[in-house]
């Protein structure tokens, strides 16, 4: 589906652009009633022994 490419993406940039982090997991979860995306990121800050970190956000079109 849909999913894969997006969260092939996401990783992408962040393994490319973002030194800062290990990134462990990225999921992506379609809601195409709603016309959205869930995107959660897992990731550990490097250099830091802190919990894995987690961010959790929806994408949706800016114009409908």
């Known amino acids: ?3 894969e490419p997006i969260k092939d993406e996401i990783k992408t940039v962040i ?3 973002e030194p800062r ?3 462990r997991n990225v999921e992506v979860s379609l809601f195409p ?3 959205a995306m869930d995107v959660s990121i897992i990731y ?3 250099g830091l ?6 961010v959790t956000f929806i994408l949706q ?3 409908y």
């Open 1 to 3: 589906g849909v999913e």
């Open 15 to 17: 393994n490319n652009f």
């Open 21 to 23: 982090v290990r990134l």
């Open 33 to 35: 009633d709603d016309n």
């Open 44 to 46: 550990d800050i490097v």
């Open 49 to 54: 022994s802190a919990p894995q970190q987690l």
């Open 61 to 63: 079109p800016t114009r």
